[in-house]
Structures are given as structure tokens and as C-alpha cells.
């Protein structure tokens, strides 16, 4: 079954530091997401990407975030320089239109020391 | 609303016993609603979505009835299993008809054997 990959599974960084989540979406899927997700608090909708660009943001995605499909088959995030409060898992999702089912990856685990 | 931070409301149900999971949301404009199920250490898994049109729909040992008057979505899950045990998040979308997600907290349901 086709699913949503994501790397690293668990990244530990310094405060400052760049960060780049990698994602393989599901490959016939046109439309991919970020979430993510504090310890033990609800998934949150970071930013939305369709026909190489972002198509919605929420207010978390701020200039320290950046999303980019550098081929045909990556999605990655980068965080610029890490904040403490940036420690989280990191969901990528993908789907093949805009309505339905959001396939999830197994996520990241970004933890700012 | 916001998070309810580390401490999730929590379900017990004895094995075998039916689950009812409920969800408040917060648009009335919203036409479309997800359940997702979380396990431990994974990303949200699709269970089942209602349309805005629809009071009732059912899957596979899934129910999910909408009550639009007050806001409000149950998830229902028949003969529950220890594999039912998990976190389940309703989500809505971010903006009027928008086509990403907010994320409820979430209800730990734990199976009692």
C-alpha cells in the first residue's frame, strides 16, 4: 500500500540551528502538508502546497519556515533557526485533490536543545 | 478551542463494549468534518469524514453522527478491540469551505481486556 514517508524519524539539534524534514509524498498526489504536533497537544495545520507553491499558511509558519519541492518527488520543510519551541513531531501529509482523505507520515521528531 | 495541554480526555471501555467518542467544533460554516485516529509514536490515520448535508454516516464498525444545531460530531466504534486504542481527533476546516484542517484536542480511548 502506498504511504507517506518522512526523515528523519528523530532529529536533535542546537538552538539556531537549520533544520530540513524530509518527505516522500504518495506519488500520483498533487497536494502536501505540514502539521505538527507538541508533546501531548493537538495536531496543528502549518501550510498547505499545490503546483509548487504554497497555497495556505497558518500563523505558526512564520519566516523562519520554508517549504520546498526540489524534485519530483520531495517535500521538504526547513526551519531557518530552531527554537526551543519548535520541538515537535513533524507530520507530512499528502492527498490527490483538494478534498478527502489526508494521507499522514509516521512523522518527525525535531527536538531543540 | 485551544489544547487541553498534556492531559487528554480519556474513554475506558471493557473489550467488546461500544465506544461513543464525541466533538465539538466550532464554525457552523464548516462542511465537511474528519475523524483521524492516532496511535502511539504515529501519524493520524483517516477513519471516516461526514459531509455537512449528512446526519449519519457508517462504516466499518464506525459511525459518525453529525448534529449541525449544536455543533457537535460523535464517533461511534462498534464491539470495540484493543486495537481501537489510540487517540481520535475530529478535525474541521481551517476556514469557511477551506480545504486544510484544525485538529480537535483529542480522546485517548484505552480497551480494557
Known amino acids: 500500500e502506498p504511504e507517506v514517508t518522512q526523515t528523519p524519524s528523530h532529529q536533535v539539534t542546537q538552538m539556531g540551528q537549520e533544520v530540513i524534514l524530509r518527505c516522500v509524498p504518495i506519488s500520483n498526489h498533487l497536494y502536501f502538508y505540514w502539521y505538527r504536533q507538541i508533546l501531548g497537544q493537538k495536531v496543528e495545520f502549518l501550510v498547505s502546497f499545490y503546483n509548487n507553491e504554497i497555497s495556505e499558511k497558518s500563523e505558526i509558519f512564520d519566516d523562519q519556515f520554508s517549504v520546498e519541492r526540489p524534485d519530483g518527488s520531495n517535500f521538504t520543510l526547513k526551519i531557518r533557526s530552531t527554537k526551543l519551541e519548535d520541538s515537535a513531531m513533524y507530520f507530512c501529509a499528502s492527498r490527490i485533490q483538494n478534498t478527502g482523505e489526508l494521507f499522514f507520515g509516521e512523522g518527525s521528531r525535531l527536538t531543540v536543545l | 478551542g485551544e489544547s487541553v495541554g498534556l492531559h487528554l480526555p480519556t474513554l475506558s471501555v471493557q473489550e467488546g463494549d461500544n465506544s461513543i467518542i464525541n466533538c465539538a467544533y466550532s464554525n457552523s460554516a464548516s462542511d465537511y468534518f474528519i475523524w483521524y485516529k492516532q496511535e502511539s509514536g504515529k501519524g493520524p490515520q483517516f477513519i471516516i469524514d461526514?459531509?455537512?448535508?449528512?446526519d449519519k454516516r457508517q462504516g466499518q464498525r464506525v459511525t459518525v453522527l453529525l448534529n449541525k444545531t449544536v455543533k457537535h460530531l460523535s464517533l461511534q466504534i462498534a464491539a470495540t478491540q484493543p486495537g481501537d486504542s489510540a487517540v481520535y481527533f475530529c478535525?474541521?476546516?481551517?476556514?469557511?469551505?477551506?480545504?486544510?484542517?484544525?485538529f480537535g484536542p483529542g480522546t485517548r480511548l484505552s480497551v480494557l481486556p
Open positions: 461526514i459531509r455537512s448535508n449528512m
Open positions: 478535525a474541521e476546516p481551517l476556514r469557511n469551505y477551506g480545504q486544510n484542517f484544525v
